[in-house]
């Protein structure tokens, strides 16, 4: 199964890039070869690190968690080309203001707690996923979540 990372960065978020960019390869590696139900081959999870601004407090909202079982998708700009998207859920989350703070001025370690922290308590809320799939292994599938984030010491 594919596990990853979708980021949504301003400038001071991408001071932080390598930290967010490790979390993603670790937890890619660390899945690649684990399954937790036939019906799921890919999780991302959406992780929006931008700084609120007045009057724009609006823009990049976390989207709702999204399970697609199988979707066609053309190419804007090449119309001949097709892309599909199968097995797949999707979640978002957006830091808070103080962690957002705290994350970008925190040292390496203190950062990559509070990366770790979200990213668990996120994928922890699998209701709407297992009503989806009725055979997900939820709890194996958590397990399996926190000891690669302790492993590698984002928890």
């Not at 490790?22 to 992780?47: P, Q």
């Not at 601004?53 to 609006?58: K, M, P």
């Not at 119309?79 to 599909?84: C, F, G, I, L």
Request: net charge neutral; proline share 2%; hydrophobic share 35%.
């Amino acid at each position: 199964m594919k596990v990853g990372l979708a980021l949504y960065l301003d400038i001071d978020g991408n001071k932080k890039f390598d930290i967010i960019s490790n979390l993603d390869n670790t937890l890619e590696l660390y899945f690649k070869d684990k399954s937790y139900d036939e019906d799921l081959e890919a999780i991302f999870v959406g992780f929006i690190a931008i700084r609120k601004v007045a009057g724009y407090e609006n823009w990049y909202k976390p989207r709702k968690r999204k399970y697609t079982y199988h979707k066609v998708l053309k190419d804007p700009v090449f119309k001949d080309k097709t892309y599909e998207i199968n097995k797949t859920y999707g979640c978002e989350f957006r830091l808070s203001e103080d962690d957002y703070e705290k994350f970008i001025l925190s040292p390496e370690k203190e950062s990559k707690l509070i990366l770790g922290s979200y990213i668990f308590q996120v994928l922890s809320d699998l209701d709407y996923l297992c009503r989806k799939l009725k055979q997900f292994k939820k709890d194996e599938f958590l397990i399996d979540l926190e000891k690669c984030l302790k492993k590698n010491e984002y928890l």
